[in-house]
């Protein structure tokens, strides 16, 4: 069973994803980019670092990117090669190419799904990265 973390600050999303991940995932949930960085830190300090992370990109306060940007700075202080760094899924009604390149080169991230989706796409990309079967 793999260990998800779903950020995003809106409950209908994280409910809709925490239901499609259920039979294949634990899911833990983070209303806001900084509950879901502190949320990663914990896991990666416990030695329990998440399988995959949903990451939604517009949040108030700390936004999805600078989450994602601050995550890889973690793993970076923890020596996380990049061969083992968070897999993590970026998510986001914007699909502009501004936001494309940050999530795929400055966030390094594995994926990205633009809103709305439906539950075969979100399988689909965890198949797609061997992540279920």
Same mark, same amino acid.
């Given at each position: 069973?793999?260990r998800?973390?779903i950020?995003?600050?809106?409950?209908?999303?994280?409910?809709?994803?925490?239901?499609?991940?259920?039979?294949?995932?634990?899911?833990?949930?983070?209303?806001?980019?900084?509950?879901?960085?502190e949320?990663f830190?914990?896991?990666?300090? /416990?030695?329990?670092?998440? /399988?995959?992370?949903?990451?939604?990109?517009?949040?108030?306060?700390? /936004?999805?990117?600078?989450?994602?940007?601050?995550?890889?700075?973690?793993?970076?202080?923890?020596?996380?090669?990049?061969?083992?760094?968070?897999k993590?899924?970026?998510?986001?009604?914007? /699909?502009?190419?501004?936001?494309?390149?940050?999530?795929?080169?400055?966030?390094?991230?594995?994926?990205?799904?633009? &809103?709305?989706?439906?539950?075969?796409t979100?399988?689909?990309?965890?198949? &797609?990265?061997?992540?279920?079967?």
């Amino acid at each position: 069973m793999l260990r998800a973390l779903i950020v995003d600050d809106d409950p209908v999303n994280t409910r809709f994803l925490s239901e499609i991940l259920a039979p294949h995932a634990t899911c833990d949930v983070a209303e806001n980019g900084r509950r879901g960085l502190e949320a990663f830190g914990r896991a990666l300090t /416990d030695g329990t670092p998440y /399988d995959i992370i949903f990451l939604d990109v517009m949040m108030p306060g700390m /936004d999805g990117h600078q989450a994602l940007e601050r995550m890889r700075h973690l793993e970076q202080g923890q020596g996380v090669p990049p061969s083992q760094a968070a897999k993590v899924i970026m998510v986001s009604a914007l /699909d502009d190419s501004r936001t494309l390149y940050r999530a795929f080169f400055q966030g390094h991230a594995l994926s990205f799904l633009g &809103k709305p989706f439906s539950g075969e796409t979100v399988l689909s990309e965890l198949r &797609k990265f061997d992540l279920i079967a």
